[in-house]
Structures are given as C-alpha cells and as structure tokens.
C-alpha cells in the first residue's frame, strides 16, 4: 500500500488548477485498482459475497469521509460497491481525492473485500 493512506485529506478552498501530466501519474501508479475517468475523477468498484458485506463497506467507507472531511459518491448493489472520488470545487482531483481512495483501498483490503 502507498503512503498515500498515512496521510490526512486538506481541504480545497478552489483556485487550483486540477491534477495533470506526471503529478496525476505519479499518483495514479500508487492506486492500481482505481481508474482516472477523463482526467476529472477516480473509480473504482469493489466486489463482496453479498448484500450485506457490501453495505458494510459502505459504512466503513462513510466513516472514513466524515472523518477525512472528503466525501466520495458511493454507489451500492448486491455485492459491489461503486466509488468515485473528485474535488468538487474545481471539478478535478487533487491529491487528498487520491488519498481518500488509498483509505478506502485499506479498509476493503484489510476488512474482508473479496480481493482485487
């Protein structure tokens, strides 16, 4: 895991230009499992057994937004979880947006995820 998820989420107050060229790649190497969509988001959709697990996760991950104060659009169905992440404020990505998923890349991994 990088040390992307030891780090905490900063808040953009705009007037940053988003993630481009080697920085947005030099993250992305960090994050395997997770897509840049355009230059604008990442995403990723993790997979569980059921319902149930699925839900879990969510709530992890749910805890993990309130307590980074960054806050990723969840999508959930019987056994999968969609995620994407962006800084809306200047509708791109910043790094606290590749942190964020690094935490919830940790919390799937070490929490009962189905694998990769």
Same mark, same amino acid.
């Given at each position: 895991?990088?040390?992307?998820?030891?780090?905490?989420?900063?808040?953009?107050?705009?007037?940053?230009?988003?993630?481009?060229?080697?920085?947005?790649? *030099? $993250? &992305?190497?960090?994050?395997?499992?997770?897509? +840049?969509?355009?230059?604008?988001?990442? @995403?990723?959709?993790?997979?569980?057994?059921?319902?149930?697990? *699925? $839900? &879990?996760?969510?709530?992890?991950?749910?805890? +993990?937004?309130?307590?980074?104060?960054? @806050?990723?659009?969840?999508?959930?169905?019987?056994?999968?979880?969609?995620?994407?992440?962006?800084?809306?404020?200047?509708?791109?990505?910043?790094?606290?947006?590749?942190?964020?998923?690094?935490?919830?890349?940790?919390?799937?991994?070490?929490?009962?995820?189905?694998?990769?």
């Amino acid at each position: 895991m990088s040390d992307l998820a030891a780090k905490s989420c900063v808040p953009c107050r705009g007037g940053v230009p988003p993630l481009s060229g080697e920085p947005l790649r *030099a $993250l &992305a190497a960090q994050l395997p499992h997770w897509d +840049i969509v355009a230059g604008h988001h990442l @995403h990723r959709q993790f997979e569980f057994p059921d319902f149930a697990s *699925a $839900l &879990a996760f969510v709530n992890r991950a749910g805890a +993990i937004a309130e307590q980074e104060g960054h @806050h990723p659009d969840l999508c959930l169905s019987w056994g999968k979880v969609e995620v994407s992440i962006y800084t809306h404020k200047i509708q791109g990505l910043i790094e606290s947006d590749f942190i964020l998923a690094a935490k919830l890349e940790q919390a799937y991994s070490t929490k009962g995820g189905s694998g990769h």
